[in-house]
C-alpha cells in the first residue's frame, strides 16, 4: 500500500515537471521575474496551522506544497497525501495555501512551496509547535505545620516546548530566592520543569494563600497557577481591653480578654492577685469577659486572663484602679451672684452695751431672673461668722464687768483690812466716809 501511494506521488510529481517543462518552454525569459514567497508559522500543539505560497508574477506556473519528509501535500488543487487533517484553504496562479489541523509535535518542522519554472524556484517555511505546559503541582505541605518550621514546597510542570518559566508568589509578592531544575522529556522535544521554594513560618503565615505561577508562551498570556494555603499552629496571644480607660467606684467594669492562637484558646481563666475572683456574685465571667457590676475600693488588684491551647499557654495583666467620684454640682445647679457680704460688730465699754451683728447680702443686679437657687456653702459661712463674732463678743463684755466689778469692791473695803470683826469693819467703813466729808468740809 504504501509502494503504490509513493508510485502516485512520483508521477504527480513527474507529470507537473513535463507540464511546466513543456508550457515554459517557449517562456523561458518571462519567468525570470517570478519567485514564490512564504512565511514561518507558529502553532499551539493541537492547533490549527495555514500555511501560505504567494506568487506576485505567474504565467499559470503549478505551485506545490511539500512536507518535511518531502511528501507531496497539495498539487495546485489537487490533494496528493490522504492526510484528512490537511485540507485545501486557496488554489490560484498566485495562490496556494493549505491548512493543517490538530497540529502535533511531530509535525513541527520545514515545509517547502515549488514554482514549477525552468528551473524549478522554491521557499522554505518553517512550522513551529508549542508544547503546552501541563497544570503544576505543588508538593511537599504537610498539614498543620508549627510555627517556626522550614517548609520545602515544590512546583512541577511537564510537556512545555520550550521550557516554561515557574514564578512564585506569597500575599501576592514575588519571592525571588528559590530553585530551578529544567529537564528533557523522553519524547526529547518537551520538557519537565521543578521550582523549589523554600522559607521558615510564623504566626501571620496562617491563612497565606502561596501561588506557584507557570508562563509560556503558548498559554496567550493566562499563566497556569497551583496554589497552596498555609495552616500553622501556634500559642496564643493575650491582650486585656478594658470597657473604660478611668473606672470610677460605683461604675460597672467590663474586661475583655481577647486572645488570638491556633487552634483557638478556649475557655480563657481569670485569676486576681494570683488567686481566684474574691467575690463571684459581683464578678461574672461571660467567655472571654470578666463583669464587675460594682466597683469599690477592695476591687484594687492585678486581673490575670489566661490562655491556652495544644501548643502552649500565655496571659496578660491589667492593673485595676478605682478611682473616686469627683464631687461636682449637678449640671442643673445654679449659683446666684453675691455682690457684698458685710459682717459688722461694735463693742460698747462705757455703757456696757453690745450692738447687734448685722449682715447684709445684695443680689447682682445684672444676675439673670431665673438663678434664683441659694448658695448653702455661702450661706452657711457667713452665719459661722457671725456666731463667732457673737461669742467673742460676749466674752470680752463679761471680762469687762468682771474687771469693773472687782475694783468697786476693794474700794468699799478700804479702812476695814485690819478690823478683828464684821461690825468693826463696818463702823471703820463709815468712820471713814464721815472723816473724809469732814476733810472736805475742813479745807472748804
Known amino acids: 500500500m504504501i509502494w503504490k501511494r509513493s508510485a502516485v506521488l512520483r508521477f504527480y510529481s513527474v507529470c507537473g515537471l513535463l507540464l511546466q517543462a513543456a508550457a515554459s518552454k517557449n517562456k523561458v525569459k518571462g519567468s525570470?521575474?517570478?519567485?514564490?514567497?512564504?512565511?514561518?508559522v507558529t502553532v499551539v500543539e493541537g492547533g490549527t496551522a495555514i500555511l501560505t505560497c504567494r506568487v506576485d508574477q505567474n504565467d499559470n506556473t503549478s505551485l506545490q506544497w511539500s512536507n518535511p519528509a518531502q511528501q507531496t501535500l497539495y498539487f495546485d488543487d489537487k490533494k496528493a497525501l490522504r492526510d484528512n487533517r490537511i485540507e485545501l484553504v486557496r488554489a490560484s496562479w498566485h495562490e496556494l495555501s493549505i491548512s493543517v489541523s490538530d497540529v502535533s509535535l511531530s509535525d513541527e518542522g520545514q515545509y517547502t512551496c515549488?514554482?514549477?519554472?525552468?528551473?524549478?524556484?522554491?521557499?522554505?517555511?518553517?512550522?513551529?509547535?508549542?508544547?503546552?505546559?501541563?497544570?503544576?503541582?505543588?508538593?511537599?505541605?504537610?498539614?498543620?505545620?508549627?510555627?517556626?518550621?522550614?517548609?520545602q514546597l515544590t512546583c512541577k510542570t511537564s510537556g512545555s516546548k520550550p521550557a516554561a518559566d515557574i514564578r512564585w508568589f506569597k500575599n501576592d509578592k514575588e519571592i525571588k530566592d528559590v530553585k530551578y531544575l529544567k529537564e528533557e522529556d523522553a519524547n526529547r522535544k518537551t520538557f519537565t520543569v521543578s521550582s523549589t521554594l523554600d522559607f521558615?513560618?510564623?504566626?501571620?503565615?496562617?491563612?497565606?494563600a502561596v501561588i506557584c505561577r507557570v508562563d509560556h508562551e503558548s498559554l496567550n498570556a493566562t499563566p497556569q497557577v497551583a496554589m497552596q494555603v498555609l495552616e500553622i499552629h501556634y500559642t496564643p496571644s493575650v491582650k486585656i481591653i478594658p470597657s473604660t480607660p478611668f473606672p470610677q467606684e460605683g461604675q460597672p467594669l467590663i474586661l475583655t480578654c481577647e486572645s488570638k492562637g491556633k487552634p483557638l484558646p478556649?475557655?480563657?481563666?481569670?485569676?486576681?492577685?494570683?488567686?481566684?475572683l474574691p467575690d463571684p456574685d459581683r464578678m461574672v465571667v461571660s467567655g472571654r469577659e470578666l463583669n464587675i457590676l460594682f466597683l469599690n475600693k477592695t476591687d484594687n488588684g492585678t486581673y490575670r486572663c489566661e490562655a491556652t491551647n495544644t501548643i502552649g499557654q500565655s496571659s496578660a495583666e491589667y492593673v485595676l484602679i478605682v478611682h473616686d467620684v469627683p464631687n461636682t454640682l449637678p449640671p442643673s445647679t445654679i449659683i446666684p451672684s453675691l455682690t457684698t457680704a458685710t459682717v459688722t460688730t461694735t463693742v460698747a465699754i462705757a455703757t456696757s452695751t453690745t450692738t447687734s451683728a448685722t449682715t447684709s447680702c445684695i443680689r447682682d443686679p445684672n444676675a439673670l431672673a431665673g438663678q434664683t437657687g441659694p448658695d448653702h456653702a455661702l450661706i452657711g459661712g457667713i452665719v459661722a461668722v457671725v456666731v463667732f463674732v457673737t461669742l467673742c463678743s460676749i466674752f470680752l463684755l463679761g471680762r469687762y464687768l468682771a474687771r469693773h466689778k472687782g475694783t468697786y469692791l476693794t474700794n468699799e473695803a478700804k479702812g476695814a483690812e485690819d478690823a478683828p470683826d464684821a461690825d468693826t469693819a463696818i463702823?471703820?467703813?463709815?468712820?471713814?466716809?464721815?472723816?473724809?466729808?469732814?476733810?472736805?468740809?475742813?479745807?472748804?
Open 32 to 40: 525570470q521575474g517570478q519567485f514564490p514567497l512564504t512565511q514561518n
Open 114 to 151: 515549488s514554482l514549477f519554472t525552468m528551473p524549478v524556484k522554491t521557499s522554505k517555511a518553517y512550522l513551529t509547535v508549542l508544547g503546552v505546559p501541563e497544570k503544576p503541582q505543588i508538593s511537599g505541605f504537610s498539614s498543620p505545620v508549627m510555627e517556626g518550621d522550614l517548609m
Open 200 to 208: 521558615r513560618v510564623d504566626r501571620s503565615d496562617d491563612g497565606v
Open 266 to 276: 478556649e475557655p480563657v481563666l481569670w485569676t486576681k492577685d494570683g488567686g481566684e
Open 427 to 444: 463702823i471703820n467703813a463709815e468712820g471713814s466716809q464721815v472723816n473724809a466729808e469732814e476733810k472736805k468740809e475742813y479745807f472748804i
